[in-house]
């Protein structure tokens, strides 16, 4: 007959910690060691330790008598934890008598086209998507009423323009990360602390000096052969512009820009720093993930190309419709972004903190 194991004593069965973002301490049952859940006051996302962590070397430790030792109240056994992840049930919900709620979210199913078409349909994206839809063309008219209303206008409208420009990255940089977090649909940007005009100007540098660092070649190249020698003031270049339509040093700098890009908006959402800027980062980046970032370009192409054809459409009265198209896609290929860092996480190796 076999012998009984020693039953676990509830002490024991329970891992203490205290969540990486916002502090509070989680008490949860050590079957969950080494999976992930979402803290009950910050609701981000944390993985629960194996074991509790050692105290500091500076905390005293103080010994106690079994008979100094408090009373554990008597707490409901707990049933054995199932198999969620794989069966897709929810996982038992451990309620102590003072240990707080904390129910590891079941995995969800691996992303598909529909997840990356799909978006944008949330409550939040719906209404940014017609906020950068409508806002421009708005903003076009309100800066024609400023300029007949005061001196000030076209100033007035530039600024606005900044802010609305910012905003959109703000707000287009926090989709690539929401869909790095595995977030199948646009997030919800809470406005109790809004982002400054200073802010939303630096993000407007930050993705300018990433596209400058891109195509900037490709700038002082056409400058330098084209725009300067048909302007005709300094002695530069040929004496007849060449046709920069059939230069293949043209293409093969533009190319190139197009190639760095997407690695270098990635960047500029996760990093949301001058980091960024850093050329030994994007090159090392694509490096390490060669073959699917060609791929991941691939798809931009298309996209731009998309965005391309949706502009023949301008002539035919049609301009308001194909920017909505361009900002939907636009969020399409920040959705794709997401997906590529958090699949390729572990080849990019960023100390980034999302």
């Known amino acids: ?44 996302v944390i993985v629960i330790p194996q074991s509790p962590p050692p105290p500091k070397d500076d905390e005293p430790i103080r010994l106690k008598r079994d008979s100094e030792q408090p009373s554990e109240p008597s707490r409901p056994r707990r049933p054995p934890p199932q198999q969620w992840h794989r069966t897709g049930l929810e996982p038992p919900t451990y309620v102590g008598a003072d240990a707080d709620k904390f129910t590891p979210p079941p995995e969800q199913k691996p992303a598909t086209l529909v997840n990356m078409f799909a978006f944008p349909f949330s409550l939040s994206g719906v209404i940014h998507f017609l906020l950068f839809w409508f806002g421009p063309p708005l903003l076009g008219l309100a800066e024609r009423i400023f300029a007949y209303a005061c001196c000030y206008g076209q100033l007035l409208a530039i600024g606005l323009y900044i802010a609305l420009i910012g905003y959109f990255y703000f707000y287009l940089s926090n989709c690539v990360i929401a869909a790095a977090k595995d977030e199948r649909t646009a997030p919800d940007v809470s406005l109790e602390n809004p982002p400054s005009f200073a802010d939303l100007l630096r993000r407007v540098l930050l993705v300018f000096g990433c596209t400058l660092i891109c195509f900037g070649p490709m700038v002082l190249y056409t400058l330098y052969f084209y725009i300067l020698p048909a302007a005709r003031t300094f002695p530069v270049g040929p004496a007849e512009p060449l046709n920069w339509r059939t230069d293949p040093w043209y293409w093969t700098l533009y190319g190139l820009g197009v190639f760095f890009f997407p690695m270098s908006l990635l960047a500029a959402a996760l990093f949301d720093s001058i980091a960024a800027l850093n050329p030994f980062l994007i090159i090392g980046s694509i490096v390490s993930t060669f073959l699917s970032y060609c791929a991941l370009v691939l798809l931009f192409c298309v996209i731009g190309l998309l965005m391309s054809f949706v502009g023949q459409l301008q002539p035919g009265g049609l301009s308001l419709l194909a920017w909505g198209i361009d900002v939907y896609l636009i969020f399409i290929a920040a959705y794709i972004l997401g997906r590529f860092f958090r699949r390729y996480e572990n080849r990019l190796k960023w100390e980034v903190k999302l």
């Open 1 to 44: 007959m076999e012998g009984k194991m020693p039953s676990e004593s509830p002490s024991d069965s329970i891992i203490t910690f205290n969540c990486s973002f916002c502090g509070r301490q989680i008490r949860v049952p050590r079957a969950y060691a080494g999976k992930k859940g979402k803290c009950p006051q910050c609701k981000n």
